[in-house]
């Protein structure tokens, strides 16, 4: 309000006085969304957490992330991952788990690692596909996937030709296209 009073306003424009930028009343705070209530997710994101924070609270840095002890942990936790079921009928199950795979690949460090994880998001997203739920929320996943072989063709161009092989149609035409008419950076990094 006091920035466009004295820098954007104009005559005749009047100025905004307080009661004019004050709500006449609070309505309730919009409710948090609650991610992992059930005790199998909440100890797979524990596990998952052990992977960025070390023992003793500090971030992990990438040459940790390097050592075979790590390397045996994001196994562990893909396993996790990939046995928790949770209530299949909710769609919570499913972003929940887009979102930890997704923040597996943005941890692992580049080679076997992120392999791995590449592979068993696609599995999943492949194996989701054909359940309950909504088709737009399932590509975003599949979209970020194809986001990163186009804004990294050195460091996922491999794995991009996969998806082009897939045996999943739906995944396999989105990679095609991507590969013929790529977006533009600047619409792939809102996906990241």
């Given at each position: 309000m006091d920035f466009f009073n004295t820098r954007l306003r104009i005559?005749?424009?009047?100025?905004?006085?307080e009661v004019e930028s004050t709500p006449s009343r609070l309505e309730a705070n919009a409710p948090r969304q609650?991610?992992?209530?059930?005790?199998?997710c909440q100890a797979v994101v524990t596990r998952f957490r052990g992977l960025f924070m070390g023992a003793d609270g500090?971030?992990?840095?990438?040459?940790?992330?390097?050592?075979?002890?790590?390397?045996?942990?994001?196994?562990?936790?893909?396993?996790?991952?990939?046995?928790?079921?949770?209530?299949r009928s909710t769609p919570e199950v499913f972003r929940n788990k887009a979102i930890l795979y997704g923040d597996l690949l943005n941890l692992a460090p580049?080679?076997?690692?992120?392999?791995?994880?590449?592979?068993?998001?696609?599995?999943?997203?492949?194996?989701?596909?054909?359940?309950?739920?909504?088709?737009?929320e399932w590509f975003l996943p599949l979209n970020t996937l194809l986001a990163h072989t186009v804004l990294d063709p050195?460091?996922?161009?491999?794995?991009?030709?996969?998806l082009r092989k897939s045996s999943d149609p739906?995944?396999?035409?989105?990679?095609?296209?991507?590969?013929?008419?790529?977006r533009s950076a600047d619409r792939l990094m809102s996906l990241l």
């Amino acid at each position: 309000m006091d920035f466009f009073n004295t820098r954007l306003r104009i005559d005749p424009l009047e100025r905004i006085e307080e009661v004019e930028s004050t709500p006449s009343r609070l309505e309730a705070n919009a409710p948090r969304q609650q991610t992992c209530q059930d005790a199998e997710c909440q100890a797979v994101v524990t596990r998952f957490r052990g992977l960025f924070m070390g023992a003793d609270g500090r971030p992990s840095r990438p040459a940790d992330r390097e050592s075979k002890e790590w390397q045996s942990a994001l196994e562990a936790v893909l396993s996790d991952l990939k046995k928790w079921a949770g209530d299949r009928s909710t769609p919570e199950v499913f972003r929940n788990k887009a979102i930890l795979y997704g923040d597996l690949l943005n941890l692992a460090p580049p080679g076997a690692a992120r392999n791995t994880v590449l592979h068993a998001e696609l599995e999943f997203l492949q194996a989701a596909k054909d359940g309950e739920g909504n088709r737009i929320e399932w590509f975003l996943p599949l979209n970020t996937l194809l986001a990163h072989t186009v804004l990294d063709p050195a460091g996922y161009g491999a794995f991009a030709a996969e998806l082009r092989k897939s045996s999943d149609p739906v995944v396999s035409v989105f990679a095609r296209l991507e590969a013929v008419a790529p977006r533009s950076a600047d619409r792939l990094m809102s996906l990241l």
